[in-house]
T-cell receptor
Framework: GQNIDQPTEMTATEGAIVQINCTYQ??????LFWYQQHAGEAPTFLSY????GLEEKGRFSSFLSRSKGYSYLLLKELQMKDSASYLC???????????????FGKGTHLIIQP | ETGVTQTPRHLVMGMTNKKSLKCEQH?????MYWYKQSAKKPLELMFV???????ENNSVPSRFSPECPNSSHLFLHLHTLQPEDSALYLC?????????????FGSGTRLTVV
């Protein structure tokens, strides 16, 4: 089974930096994803980590430590439009197929204040 | 049209009704998924299809019946639902050999069972 934990809500200031943590306990691991979801909209893909280390993509970076079952999403130069939920998801290996479903955490609701 | 398209966007149905949700992807992906998103709960994987064959049924009640007639289309047939089935139903697609590009989600169908 999978257990994925992330904070329920965080608040940060426009222009600042925020780090959203995610810990996971899984029976299998085949990669970790971060998604952004604005209210009433579809989740959109932000990042993918399968090896330890930091992946940087513009203002967003994601880090993974497989031995610790830990990841974080780092958002720099925060903008008001970054107010959204951020979902951590682990890719499991589904028996019998090449397609693997994702197991999601509950998401972190990030509030950006002026 | 590009991406993943879901219809209808909103659906209200009685507990004795039969309805179907439709998902279509124009990305050339070979795997499709149904997820359920309820308030205060993480996204829950319901069904996985790879190359039009179901590879996982995540212990979903039989009142939900998926159908994947080809790699571009996915349906979720609903019958005798319960009020607790009210949720946002999200379809997603992916390409097995391009995992790092993430899963693409549709905008979802907001289902209300009365």
């Amino acid at each position: 089974g999978q257990n994925i934990d992330q904070p329920t809500e965080m608040t940060a200031t426009e222009g600042a930096i925020v780090q959203i943590n995610c810990t996971y306990q899984t029976s299998g691991f085949n990669g970790l994803f971060w998604y952004q979801q604005h209210a009433g909209e579809a989740p959109t893909f932000l990042s993918y980590n399968v090896l330890d280390g930091l992946e940087e993509k513009g203002r967003f970076s994601s880090f993974l430590s497989r031995s610790k079952g830990y990841s974080y999403l780092l958002l720099k130069e925060l903008q008001m439009k970054d107010s959204a939920s951020y979902l951590c998801a682990v890719r499991d290996v589904v028996a019998g197929g090449g397609a693997d479903g994702l197991t999601f955490g509950k998401g972190t609701h990030l509030i950006i204040q002026p | 049209e590009t991406g993943v398209t879901q219809t209808p966007r909103h659906l209200v149905m009685g507990m004795t009704n039969k309805k179907s949700l439709k998902c279509e992807q124009h990305l050339g992906h070979n795997a499709m998924y149904w997820y359920k998103q309820s308030a205060k709960k993480p996204l829950e994987l319901m069904f996985v299809y790879s190359l039009e064959e179901r590879v996982e049924n995540n212990s979903v009640p039989s009142r939900f019946s998926p159908e994947c007639p080809n790699s571009s289309h996915l349906f979720l047939h609903l019958h005798t639902l319960q009020p607790e089935d009210s949720a946002l139903y999200l379809c997603a697609s992916s390409q097995d050999n391009r995992v790092g590009y993430g899963y693409t989600f549709g905008s979802g169908t907001r289902l209300t069972v009365v």
